[in-house]
């Protein structure tokens, strides 16, 4: 009688159990989530850090939202990156940092959107403690995320 409680008592704790561990694992942090479902291109690089983006188009076509990450996993140094949106060379204003991000990490993810208008563009760049460096990307040559 007592192991049959035991498995009794076993069983109750399993079935207690299973629904918390079920529940805990099925509702990731959504912003990790969606970074890891990212189809990420690698923009730029410095010291071992990538700077990582993608592109979707919002607003029905009229503009693009730019991702934006830095993936240190494999960097020397800390380093960082930003985009800017440019009208005909010019700052708009709409811009993302990451500020540092330590080896062994990947920043949080960011974005800055564009008009899908001619006389747009992004400028990104890359820097750490060493200097830093950057310049216009096409927006044709960025992945989709």
């Not at 990582?52 to 830095?70: E, L, M």
């Not at 060379?89 to 899908?116: E, Q």
Request: glycine share 12%.
């Amino acid at each position: 009688m007592t192991k049959l409680r035991i498995i009794g008592a076993a069983a109750a704790a399993l079935v207690l159990l299973f629904p918390l561990s079920a529940t805990a694992t099925a509702a990731p942090d959504d912003t990790a989530a969606r970074a890891a479902g990212k189809n990420w291109d690698t923009i730029g690089h410095i010291e071992g850090s990538l700077h990582q983006a993608c592109r979707v188009s919002v607003d029905s076509g009229a503009k693009w939202r730019i991702y934006n990450r830095v993936d240190a996993r494999q960097a020397e140094i800390p380093a960082g990156a930003m985009m800017k949106v440019l009208r005909k060379g010019v700052p708009t204003g709409a811009k993302w940092k990451s500020g540092y991000v330590t080896p062994g990490n990947i920043s949080n993810v960011g974005s800055v959107l564009m008009p899908r208008k001619p006389g747009y563009q992004i400028e990104a760049s890359m820097y750490s403690q060493m200097g830093g460096g950057g310049g216009v990307v096409k927006i044709a040559s960025l992945n989709r995320c």
